[in-house]
C-alpha cells in the first residue's frame, strides 16, 4: 500500500527550500536513503526514507518550500508513514566491527596475585599502635583467605561507611614512594640478561659516539648523550621483549620515541645492520643525502621515523588520539582489533607542557587501554631539577590516577628488594617519602658515602640497616629504570592491562654511567663532547670491549654477525615480527569521486544565497553518497558543528562514542538530533582545537601506520587554527598528513560581529609557511568543489604528501556558473573571471581573493559605469600557490642566465593586459603582496593589516578600506599616480566616498 513520506520535525525551522530531489517515482530505496535534501538560511538536511520500498509520486520540486509535516513523495511497501526515527541505542548490522581475539606477544602470561600489601609507616599520630597492627593484620588475613578482591571490597565499604560518618579521609591521589608491583607479582623476564647487558651497553657507547663524533667535526651539529643513556634500559626491554612490528600479519605496535634520544635508536639500528658507519657518522649533517636527522623527523628520513615527537608536549597529546583514533577505526570495522598498543615515551620535564597532560582525561573516558606512556624521571631537565622541592613520580602519580589512568611506579631496582623486605617499621618507606627530587639527584651525584650519610643517616635504624653494606654496594642501589626485571614487570602488567590507559613513571638517572662529565648532574642535558677521559670511563662503566686507541679514535662498535650479541639482537625482532621504528604504507588509493558528484555547484545558484562554508558541507553531503569516499571520510569539529551547518550530520553518520549512546537526547524528535554511536563517523571533539588537529593528524596518516587511506576534515573558526595549533601543523606537514583542514567563518571583515580575537587575518600567511601545505582562499562555490575534487584526486588517489587549507566564509550571497576552462587557473591560483572592455581608455587589472573578491567586482562596475575605467577581474583562489610558482620561476632563471626567460604563471597571466595592478583580500597585505615580485607591472595591495572588531560587514570593510569604494577611489589614485589619468578624478572621488585622508592607518587603531 502506498503511504506519504513527509517531513519529519526539522526543529524550529519552517519553509525550508527543498534543493536537491534525489529520487524519480520507480526507484527502489532502502530504509534511511535519502529523499530530497532541505536547506535553511543556515544548514542543510537530508530527508531519508522511513522505509524500504518503491517511490511512486514525488510530490515536490527543486525551489519548493516545506516544513514539518508537508508529504514529499509516496512509498510502496512503506511500513511506516511519519518521520523516520532510530533507537539512539541501536547499532546497525552493517556496522558491527570486526572483532578479532587480540593477539598477545607470546610470552606474555597473567600478572600474579598480589600477596601482601605493607604495613603503614610508624605515625607519630598513632595512639594505639597495637590496635593499629589489628587492622593491618586482619586485612592481610582477607587477602591471605579469600584474596585480593574480597579485601578490595571490604576496603571500599570501611570507606563508604566513613565518608557516611563524616571522616575526612587520607588523600588517596598517591601511594607510597615504592614501587607498584611488589617483588612477588613480578613477572620475570624470559631473557638472557648477560647477552642483553653487553647489547645494552654496545647501544650506549655507539649512541654516545655518534653525538661526540658528531661534535668534533663542528660543534655547530649539538646532540644529547645523557637522555638516552639514562633511557637505554626502557628502550632495549621494550625492544627485546614487547614491541610488535608491521608485517603482513600484524598491523604493528606503534612507538613515539623521545625526540632527542634519537642517537639511541640510531645506534641500535646500527647493531641491526639496517644503518651503516657512514650514517652515522653523518648525524645530524642531513644536507647531503644520507645523513641522519637530529630527532624523529618523517620528512626527512620518510622510511625510518614515524612520528616527530621533539617539539616537547606534542607527541603525547599525538600518541593519545593515535590511540583514540585506532580505537575508532576499530569500532567502525575498518580495522581488525588486534591488540596493537600505542606506546609513548616521554621525559619529566616534557610533562610541564600543557599539552602533556592537557588530553590525559580524554585517554582515561575513552578507555584507551591501547594506550601506554613511559615517562622517564630522571629528575632533570634542561637546566636542573623538575620538581627540586617535590618528587616528580608523585606529582605525575596524583594527576594520572586521578583522571582514573592504571599508573605503574618503577622507583627502585632490585638491589633495594631485600633492604625494603626487612624494613618491618616502615621506616625504609617513610624516609623514601620525605626525601625530595633535589636530594635524590644529588645522591647519585654524590656517592655511596655520601648516600649513607645523608640518606640512611637521618635515622640510626636506617644506618644500622646498611651497616655492612660497603659505599660501593650502596652506590650499587639501584633505580627501577636501569633495572630491567622491574622495566620488563612494568611493561608486561602494561601489556596485560584492561580498561584504561597505562602510565609507567620509571625513575632513572640522567646520564647514566657518564660519571663526573655528566651523571645526574645540572649539565647533563648539554653534554655532547666527551674528552679521552671520558670515554675511556665510559668504556670501563660498561665494559665495551674496545682499545683504548679505538676509544680515542671514537670507533663505534659492533660485534660480527655470527656473534651471539647480533643473533640475539636479531632473533629477538624476528620474534616480534620485523624492526622499529620503519615507515611504510601498503594502503590502497581512493578513487577521486567522479566531477558529477559535483555537478550542482558548477551551477549558478540565481537567486538563492549561500555561503561557501555551506557549499562545503553540501558538497561533503555529496561525497558521503559516494561509496568510495564515503567510509572513508572523517569530519572533525571541534564543538562548532552547529555553527558551521554542519548538525544534519549528527544523524547522517552519527557521532563517534566508544560506549554508544547510554541516554536518549533531548531532541530525539527532531531529525538532525544528536546521536552519538560506537561507529559514528564524526569525531567531535569539544572545544579541544589541539585534540582535533592530534585527530586529524592521526587520521591523515593513517595511510602509513595502518595501511588504510583516510579524508579527515577538520572544519574550525579559521583564527583557533594555524594561530592557535601552529607547532601542531607543523608536525602534521614533518608527519605527512594528507587531508583538509578548512578554516570556517574566514576573514577579517567577514565573520563580522564576533571582534579582535576572531577575525581572522592571517592564516593564510601562517599556513603558506609549511611547506607542503597547498591553501586556497575561494569565493565561489564552483573554486571550492574544483579545489576539493583536486586535493581528493592529488593525496588521496595520486598519494602525493602534501595537505590542505582552505578557508570558507559565512557570508551569504549568489554563486554565479563556472566560467569554462577556468579549473587549472582555479587550481594554479588565478583567472580571468571578467573583462569589462566596453567603454574605457584606460584599464586597471582588479586582483580579489575570498569575499573581498565581490567587492572588488563591485568597484569594477562602478569604475566602468561612473569614471570610464575599463578593468579585468582576476579571481585569486591562493595567493600562496602564485608566490610558489614565482619563486621557482624567478630561482630557475636565476640560475640559467644564458637560456630563455620563463615566465611565471602571474606574469603569463598578466603580461598581456594593460594598466596597474589593484589586489585586494580580507586578509593582511603581506598576503597578496607576496606575488609583487612576479607581475611586472605597477602594484598596489589592499587589505586588513590591524585587529579586527565587531560591527557590521559594511563597516568593518570601510575601516579596512577594502570596501567597493575604497577600491574605488584607490584604484583611481592609482592610476592618477600612473599618469593614466588626472589626479583631480581621484581626489574628487575620495570627496565623494568621504574617505577621510587623516584617518590613522588601521594597524595604529
Ligand atoms: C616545546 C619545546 N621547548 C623546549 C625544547 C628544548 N628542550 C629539548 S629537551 C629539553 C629538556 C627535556 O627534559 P626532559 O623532558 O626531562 O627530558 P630528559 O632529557 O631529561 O629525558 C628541552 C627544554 C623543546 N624541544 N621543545
Ligand atoms: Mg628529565
Same mark, same amino acid.
Given at each position: 500500500?502506498?503511504?506519504?513520506?513527509?517531513?519529519?520535525?526539522?526543529?524550529?525551522?519552517?519553509?525550508?527550500?527543498?534543493?536537491?530531489?534525489?529520487?524519480?517515482?520507480?526507484?527502489?530505496?532502502?530504509?534511511?536513503?535519502?529523499?530530497?535534501?532541505?536547506?535553511?538560511?543556515?544548514?542543510?538536511?537530508?530527508?531519508?526514507?522511513?522505509?524500504?520500498?518503491?517511490?511512486?509520486?514525488?510530490?515536490?520540486?527543486?525551489?519548493?518550500?516545506?516544513?514539518?509535516?508537508?508529504?514529499?513523495?509516496?512509498?510502496?511497501?512503506?511500513?511506516?508513514?511519519?518521520?523516520?526515527?532510530?533507537?539512539?541505542?541501536?547499532?546497525?548490522?552493517?556496522?558491527?566491527?570486526?572483532?578479532?581475539?587480540?593477539?598477545?606477544?607470546?610470552?606474555?602470561?597473567?600478572?600474579?596475585?598480589?600477596?601482601?600489601?605493607?604495613?603503614?609507616?610508624?605515625?607519630?599520630?598513632?595512639?594505639?599502635?597495637?590496635?593499629?597492627?589489628?587492622?593491618?593484620?586482619?586485612?592481610?588475613?582477607?587477602?591471605?583467605?579469600?584474596?585480593?578482591?574480597?579485601?578490595?571490597?571490604?576496603?571500599?565499604?570501611?570507606?563508604?561507611?566513613?565518608?557516611?560518618?563524616?571522616?575526612?579521609?587520607?588523600?588517596?591521589?598517591?601511594?607510597?614512594?615504592?614501587?607498584?608491583?611488589?617483588?612477588?607479582?613480578?613477572?620475570?623476564?624470559?631473557?638472557?640478561?648477560?647477552?642483553?647487558?653487553?647489547?645494552?651497553?654496545?647501544?650506549?657507547?655507539?649512541?654516545?659516539?655518534?653525538?661526540?663524533?658528531?661534535?668534533?667535526?663542528?660543534?655547530?651539529?649539538?646532540?644529547?648523550?645523557?637522555?638516552?643513556?639514562?633511557?637505554?634500559?626502557?628502550?632495549?626491554?621494550?625492544?627485546?621483549?614487547?614491541?610488535?612490528?608491521?608485517?603482513?600479519?600484524?598491523?604493528?605496535?606503534?612507538?613515539?620515541?623521545?625526540?632527542?634520544?634519537?642517537?639511541?635508536?640510531?645506534?641500535?639500528?646500527?647493531?641491526?645492520?639496517?644503518?651503516?658507519?657512514?650514517?652515522?657518522?653523518?648525524?645530524?649533517?642531513?644536507?647531503?643525502?644520507?645523513?641522519?636527522?637530529?630527532?624523529?623527523?618523517?620528512?626527512?628520513?620518510?622510511?625510518?621515523?614515524?612520528?616527530?615527537?621533539?617539539?616537547?608536549?606534542?607527541?603525547?597529546?599525538?600518541?593519545?588520539?593515535?590511540?583514540?583514533?585506532?580505537?575508532?577505526?576499530?569500532?567502525?570495522?575498518?580495522?581488525?582489533?588486534?591488540?596493537?598498543?600505542?606506546?609513548?615515551?616521554?621525559?619529566?620535564?616534557?610533562?610541564?607542557?600543557?599539552?602533556?597532560?592537557?588530553?590525559?582525561?580524554?585517554?582515561?573516558?575513552?578507555?584507551?587501554?591501547?594506550?601506554?606512556?613511559?615517562?622517564?624521571?630522571?629528575?632533570?631537565?634542561?637546566?636542573?631539577?623538575?620538581?627540586?622541592?617535590?618528587?616528580?613520580?608523585?606529582?605525575?602519580?596524583?594527576?594520572?590516577?586521578?583522571?582514573?589512568?592504571?599508573?605503574?611506579?618503577?622507583?627502585?631496582?632490585?638491589?633495594?628488594?631485600?633492604?625494603?623486605?626487612?624494613?618491618?617499621?616502615?621506616?625504609?618507606?617513610?624516609?623514601?617519602?620525605?626525601?625530595?627530587?633535589?636530594?635524590?639527584?644529588?645522591?647519585?651525584?654524590? /656517592?655511596?658515602?655520601?648516600?649513607?650519610?645523608?640518606?640512611?643517616?637521618?635515622?640510626?635504624?636506617?644506618?644500622?640497616?646498611?651497616?655492612?653494606?660497603?659505599?660501593?654496594?650502596?652506590?650499587?642501589?639501584?633505580?627501577?629504570?636501569?633495572?630491567?626485571?622491574?622495566?620488563?614487570?612494568?611493561?608486561?602488567?602494561?601489556?596485560?592491562?584492561?580498561?584504561?590507559?597505562?602510565?609507567?613513571?620509571?625513575?632513572?638517572?640522567?646520564?647514566?654511567?657518564?660519571?663526573?662529565?655528566?651523571?645526574?648532574?645540572?649539565?647533563?642535558?648539554?653534554?655532547?663532547?666527551?674528552?679521552?677521559?671520558?670515554?675511556?670511563?665510559?668504556?670501563?662503566?660498561?665494559?665495551?670491549?674496545?682499545?683504548?686507541?679505538?676509544?680515542?679514535?671514537?670507533?663505534?662498535?659492533?660485534?660480527?654477525?655470527?656473534?651471539?650479541?647480533?643473533?640475539?639482537?636479531?632473533?629477538?625482532?624476528?620474534?616480534?615480527?620485523?624492526?622499529?621504528?620503519?615507515?611504510?604504507?601498503?594502503?590502497?588509493?581512493?578513487?577521486?569521486?567522479?566531477?558529477?558528484?559535483?555537478?550542482?555547484?558548477?551551477?549558478?545558484?540565481?537567486?538563492?544565497?549561500?555561503?561557501?562554508?555551506?557549499?562545503?558541507?553540501?558538497?561533503?553531503?555529496?561525497?558521503?553518497?559516494?561509496?568510495?569516499?564515503?567510509?572513508?571520510?572523517?569530519?572533525?569539529?571541534?564543538?562548532?558543528?552547529?555553527?558551521?551547518?554542519?548538525?544534519?550530520?549528527?544523524?547522517?553518520?552519527?557521532?563517534?562514542?566508544?560506549? /554508544?549512546?547510554?541516554?536518549?537526547?533531548?531532541?530525539?524528535?527532531?531529525?538532525?538530533?544528536?546521536?552519538?554511536?560506537?561507529?559514528?563517523?564524526?569525531?567531535?571533539?569539544?572545544?579541544?582545537?589541539?585534540?582535533?588537529?592530534?585527530?586529524?593528524?592521526?587520521?591523515?596518516?593513517?595511510?602509513?601506520?595502518?595501511?588504510?587511506?583516510?579524508?579527515?576534515?577538520?572544519?574550525?573558526?579559521?583564527?583557533?587554527?594555524?594561530?592557535?595549533?601552529?607547532?601542531?601543523?607543523?608536525?602534521?606537514?614533518?608527519?605527512?598528513?594528507?587531508?583538509?583542514?578548512?578554516?570556517?567563518?574566514?576573514?577579517?571583515?567577514?565573520?563580522?560581529?564576533?571582534?579582535?580575537?576572531?577575525?581572522?587575518?592571517?592564516?593564510?600567511?601562517?599556513?603558506?609557511?609549511?611547506?607542503?601545505?597547498?591553501?586556497?582562499?575561494?569565493?565561489?562555490?564552483?573554486?571550492?568543489?574544483?579545489?576539493?575534487?583536486?586535493?581528493?584526486?592529488?593525496?588521496?588517489?595520486?598519494?602525493?604528501?602534501?595537505?590542505?587549507?582552505?578557508?570558507?566564509?559565512?557570508?551569504?550571497?549568489?554563486?554565479?556558473?563556472?566560467?569554462?576552462?577556468?579549473?587549472?587557473?582555479?587550481?594554479?591560483?588565478?583567472?580571468?573571471?571578467?573583462?569589462?572592455?566596453?567603454?574605457?581608455?584606460?584599464?586597471?587589472?582588479?586582483?580579489?581573493?575570498?569575499?573581498?573578491?565581490?567587492?572588488?567586482?563591485?568597484?569594477?562596475?562602478?569604475?566602468?559605469?561612473?569614471?570610464?575605467?575599463?578593468?579585468?577581474?582576476?579571481?585569486?583562489?591562493?595567493?600562496?600557490?602564485?608566490?610558489?610558482? /614565482?619563486?621557482?620561476?624567478?630561482?630557475?632563471?636565476?640560475?640559467?642566465?644564458?637560456?630563455?626567460?620563463?615566465?611565471?604563471?602571474?606574469?603569463?597571466?598578466?603580461?598581456?593586459?594593460?594598466?596597474?595592478?589593484?589586489?585586494?583580500?580580507?586578509?593582511?597585505?603581506?598576503?597578496?603582496?607576496?606575488?609583487?615580485?612576479?607581475?611586472?607591472?605597477?602594484?598596489?595591495?589592499?587589505?586588513?593589516?590591524?585587529?579586527?572588531?565587531?560591527?557590521?560587514?559594511?563597516?568593518?570593510?570601510?575601516?579596512?578600506?577594502?570596501?567597493?569604494?575604497?577600491?574605488?577611489?584607490?584604484?583611481?589614485?592609482?592610476?592618477?599616480?600612473?599618469?593614466?589619468?588626472?589626479?583631480?578624478?581621484?581626489?574628487?572621488?575620495?570627496?565623494?566616498?568621504?574617505?577621510?585622508?587623516?584617518?590613522?592607518?588601521?594597524?595604529?587603531?
Amino acid at each position: 500500500m502506498a503511504q506519504n513520506i513527509s517531513v519529519p520535525d526539522i526543529g524550529d525551522f519552517k519553509d525550508v527550500e527543498v534543493i536537491e530531489v534525489l529520487v524519480k517515482p520507480g526507484d527502489k530505496v532502502n530504509k534511511n536513503d535519502p529523499i530530497v535534501t532541505i536547506e535553511s538560511d543556515k544548514s542543510s538536511i537530508e530527508i531519508p526514507s522511513p522505509s524500504s520500498g518503491e517511490i511512486k509520486d514525488l510530490k515536490v520540486k527543486i525551489g519548493d518550500k516545506v516544513s514539518e509535516g508537508s508529504v514529499l513523495a509516496t512509498i510502496e511497501n512503506s511500513q511506516v508513514a511519519s518521520a523516520p526515527k532510530e533507537e539512539p541505542k541501536k547499532e546497525s548490522k552493517e556496522s558491527k566491527p570486526v572483532i578479532e581475539k587480540s593477539k598477545t606477544n607470546g610470552n606474555l602470561t597473567p600478572v600474579k596475585q598480589v600477596k601482601k600489601n605493607f604495613a603503614e609507616p610508624a605515625s607519630k599520630d598513632d595512639i594505639d599502635p597495637i590496635e593499629t597492627n589489628e587492622w593491618i593484620e586482619s586485612l592481610n588475613s582477607v587477602i591471605d583467605n579469600d584474596g585480593a578482591s574480597r579485601a578490595s571490597y571490604l576496603l571500599n565499604k570501611v570507606i563508604d561507611q566513613a565518608y557516611k560518618s563524616g571522616l575526612v579521609l587520607p588523600d588517596t591521589r598517591t601511594t607510597p614512594y615504592i614501587n607498584t608491583i611488589p617483588p612477588e607479582a613480578e613477572v620475570k623476564s624470559p631473557g638472557d640478561q648477560n647477552i642483553e647487558k653487553k647489547i645494552r651497553a654496545y647501544i650506549r657507547w655507539n649512541a654516545a659516539a655518534m653525538v661526540v663524533k658528531a661534535n668534533k667535526k663542528s660543534s655547530e651539529l649539538g646532540g644529547h648523550i645523557g637522555t638516552f643513556a639514562s633511557a637505554a634500559t626502557l628502550y632495549d626491554v621494550g625492544m627485546n621483549h614487547f614491541w610488535r612490528a608491521k608485517n603482513n600479519k600484524f598491523g604493528g605496535d606503534l612507538i613515539y620515541f623521545q625526540g632527542h634520544s634519537a642517537p639511541g635508536m640510531y645506534a641500535r639500528a646500527f647493531l641491526e645492520g639496517r644503518l651503516s658507519v657512514k650514517q652515522l657518522d653523518g648525524f645530524r649533517q642531513e644536507v647531503n643525502k644520507g645523513g641522519l636527522s637530529s630527532y624523529p623527523h618523517p620528512w626527512l628520513m620518510p622510511n625510518f621515523w614515524q612520528f616527530p615527537t621533539v617539539s616537547m608536549g606534542l607527541g603525547p597529546i599525538m600518541g593519545i588520539y593515535q590511540a583514540r583514533f585506532l580505537k575508532y577505526l576499530i569500532n567502525r570495522g575498518l580495522v581488525k582489533d588486534e591488540g596493537r598498543k600505542i606506546w609513548v615515551f616521554l621525559g619529566d620535564g616534557e610533562m610541564d607542557e600543557p599539552e602533556s597532560l592537557g588530553a590525559i582525561g580524554l585517554a582515561a573516558r575513552e578507555k584507551l587501554d591501547n594506550l601506554i606512556f613511559v615517562i622517564n624521571c630522571n629528575l632533570q631537565r634542561l637546566d636542573g631539577p623538575v620538581r627540586g622541592n617535590g618528587k616528580i613520580i608523585q606529582e605525575l602519580e596524583g594527576s594520572f590516577r586521578g583522571t582514573g589512568w592504571n599508573v605503574i611506579k618503577v622507583i627502585w631496582g632490585s638491589y633495594w628488594d631485600q633492604l625494603l623486605a626487612k624494613d618491618k617499621t616502615g621506616l625504609l618507606v617513610k624516609r623514601m617519602n620525605e626525601c625530595v627530587d633535589g636530594e635524590y639527584q644529588a645522591f647519585k651525584a654524590k /656517592g655511596g658515602s655520601y648516600v649513607r650519610e645523608k640518606f640512611f643517616g637521618k635515622y640510626p635504624e636506617l644506618k644500622e640497616l646498611i651497616s655492612s653494606m660497603t659505599d660501593k654496594d650502596i652506590w650499587r642501589l639501584n633505580r627501577g629504570g636501569h633495572d630491567p626485571h622491574k622495566v620488563y614487570a612494568a611493561y608486561h602488567a602494561a601489556m596485560q592491562h584492561k580498561g584504561s590507559p597505562t602510565v609507567i613513571l620509571a625513575k632513572t638517572i640522567k646520564g647514566y654511567g657518564m660519571g663526573k662529565s655528566g651523571e645526574s648532574i645540572n649539565t647533563t642535558h648539554q653534554q655532547k663532547k666527551l674528552d679521552e677521559k671520558d670515554l675511556l670511563y665510559y668504556r670501563d662503566r660498561f665494559g665495551v670491549p674496545l682499545t683504548d686507541k679505538q676509544v680515542k679514535n671514537i670507533e663505534y662498535y659492533k660485534p660480527k654477525e655470527d656473534s651471539e650479541e647480533i643473533k640475539y639482537l636479531k632473533d629477538k625482532r624476528l620474534k616480534l615480527g620485523g624492526f622499529i621504528p620503519e615507515r611504510t604504507s601498503f594502503a590502497r588509493q581512493i578513487k577521486a569521486p567522479p566531477k558529477d558528484i559535483f555537478e550542482a555547484f558548477m551551477k549558478s545558484t540565481g537567486k538563492k544565497e549561500m555561503s561557501t562554508t555551506m557549499a562545503l558541507v553540501r558538497m561533503l553531503t555529496a561525497l558521503l553518497r559516494d561509496k568510495n569516499v564515503s567510509p572513508r571520510l572523517v569530519p572533525i569539529i571541534p564543538d562548532e558543528a552547529r555553527t558551521f551547518g554542519m548538525e544534519g550530520f549528527f544523524q547522517k553518520i552519527g557521532i563517534y562514542a566508544h560506549e /554508544g549512546q547510554k541516554y536518549e537526547p533531548v531532541d530525539s524528535e527532531q531529525l538532525s538530533s544528536y546521536r552519538e554511536d560506537k561507529s559514528g563517523q564524526v569525531l567531535e571533539e569539544g572545544i579541544n582545537e589541539s585534540g582535533a588537529m592530534s585527530s586529524w593528524i592521526a587520521a591523515g596518516t593513517s595511510y602509513t601506520n595502518h595501511d588504510l587511506e583516510m579524508i579527515p576534515i577538520y572544519i574550525f573558526y579559521s583564527m583557533f587554527g594555524f594561530q592557535r595549533v601552529g607547532d601542531l601543523a607543523w608536525a602534521a606537514g614533518d608527519s605527512q598528513t594528507r587531508g583538509f583542514l578548512i578554516g570556517a567563518t574566514a576573514g577579517r571583515t567577514t565573520l563580522a560581529g564576533e571582534g579582535l580575537q576572531h577575525q581572522d587575518g592571517h592564516s593564510h600567511l601562517l599556513s603558506s609557511n609549511i611547506p607542503n601545505c597547498v591553501s586556497y582562499d575561494p569565493t565561489f562555490a564552483y573554486e571550492m568543489a574544483v579545489i576539493l575534487r583536486d586535493g581528493i584526486k592529488r593525496m588521496h588517489e595520486k598519494k602525493e604528501n602534501i595537505f590542505y587549507y582552505i578557508t570558507a566564509m559565512n557570508e551569504n550571497y549568489s554563486h554565479p556558473e563556472k566560467p569554462k576552462g577556468c579549473e587549472d587557473g582555479i587550481i594554479k591560483g588565478m583567472y580571468l573571471l571578467r573583462e569589462n572592455n566596453n567603454k574605457g581608455k584606460t584599464k586597471i587589472q582588479l586582483l580579489g581573493s575570498g569575499t573581498i573578491l565581490r567587492e572588488v567586482m563591485s568597484a569594477a562596475e562602478i569604475l566602468s559605469k561612473e569614471y570610464g575605467v575599463d578593468s579585468d577581474i582576476w579571481s585569486v583562489t591562493s595567493f600562496n600557490e602564485l608566490r610558489k610558482d /614565482g619563486m621557482k620561476t624567478e630561482r630557475w632563471n636565476l640560475l640559467n642566465p644564458n637560456e630563455k626567460r620563463r615566465k611565471s604563471y602571474v606574469e603569463k597571466c598578466l603580461e598581456k593586459r594593460d594598466g596597474p595592478i589593484i589586489a585586494a583580500s580580507d586578509y593582511t597585505r603581506s598576503f597578496s603582496d607576496q606575488i609583487r615580485p612576479y607581475t611586472q607591472k605597477a602594484f598596489y595591495s589592499l587589505g586588513t593589516d590591524g585587529y579586527g572588531r565587531s560591527d557590521t560587514r559594511k563597516n568593518l570593510r570601510k575601516f579596512f578600506e577594502v570596501d567597493k569604494e575604497h577600491i574605488v577611489a584607490y584604484t583611481l589614485s592609482a592610476l592618477a599616480k600612473e599618469q593614466l589619468i588626472a589626479t583631480t578624478e581621484a581626489e574628487k572621488a575620495i570627496k565623494k566616498f568621504k574617505i577621510d585622508k587623516n584617518k590613522e592607518f588601521p594597524t595604529n587603531l
